[in-house]
């Protein structure tokens, strides 16, 4: 198995514009998982999905930010309109519904000029 | 205060030595405890779960579990250069949160020759 796909793996704006992040999740797997890391505030859990509906979203910081899962294999995290504060590590998850290990994708960093 | 605390580092340990990683939670009800290694410019990987009091060993290392005190701790035994990472524990409540993670800001732990 490929493991979990991110892209893009970098990603550089600036200010004002829009951002979207995708993820591929391993297939078979029934949670998807979006976090940020960054050196103030760690591995914060942004929001998380179960068989493509959206669990938990008490994570994203404000309305700037929102999340899709429009299927099993695909899911996307969009900020709109970035700021720098934004930029961080963002990674993905998944997790199939009969284990307990979170599987992570390579992660995206963002840059917000 | 933070819901999971990691004792601050960084902690340098001389190889073959023991390394010892500590975590404290602050929700009683937790029902599971992760422990997961990430490399500098890499994502996070599992690399021990437990979930009743006690010890859990796996190869070189070994995780302990203290509900009455809410207190985790992961020991590297023969610490190797390969060590060298950032571990992160990690906390799930319990009950209806499925896979809904809580992590501490983790510990960099250096092995030096």
């Known amino acids: 198995d490929a493991g979990v796909i991110q892209s893009p793996r970098h990603e550089v704006t600036e200010m004002g514009q829009e951002v979207t992040l995708r993820c591929k999740p391993i297939?078979?797997?029934?949670?998807l998982f979006w976090y940020r890391q960054t050196m103030m505030r760690g591995l914060e859990l942004l929001i998380y999905?179960?068989?493509?509906?959206?669990?938990?979203d008490s994570g994203m910081p404000e309305d700037r930010f929102s999340a899709k899962m429009p299927n099993a294999s695909f899911s996307t995290l969009k900020i709109q309109p970035s700021e720098p504060r934004d930029s961080a590590v963002y990674f993905c998850a998944s997790l199939a519904g009969a284990s307990d290990t979170q599987y992570f994708g390579p992660g995206t960093r963002l840059t917000v000029l | 205060q933070k819901e999971v605390e990691q004792n601050s580092g960084p902690l340098s340990v001389p190889e073959g030595a023991i390394a010892s990683l500590n975590c404290t939670y602050s929700d009683r009800g937790s029902q599971s405890f992760f422990w997961y290694r990430q490399y500098s410019g890499k994502s996070p990987e599992l690399i021990m779960s437990i979930y009743s009091n006690g010890d859990k060993e796996d190869g070189r290392f070994t995780a302990q579990l203290n509900k009455a005190s809410q207190y985790v701790s992961l020991l590297i035994r023969d610490s190797q250069p390969s060590d060298s990472a950032t571990y992160l524990c990690?906390?799930?409540?319990?009950?209806?949160?499925?896979?809904?993670?809580?992590f501490g800001q983790g510990t960099i732990l250096t092995v030096h020759p």
């Open positions: 999905f179960n068989n493509n509906v959206p669990i938990d």
């Open positions: 297939s078979g797997h029934d949670y």
């Open positions: 990690a906390v799930w409540p319990g009950g209806t949160s499925y896979g809904k993670l809580t």
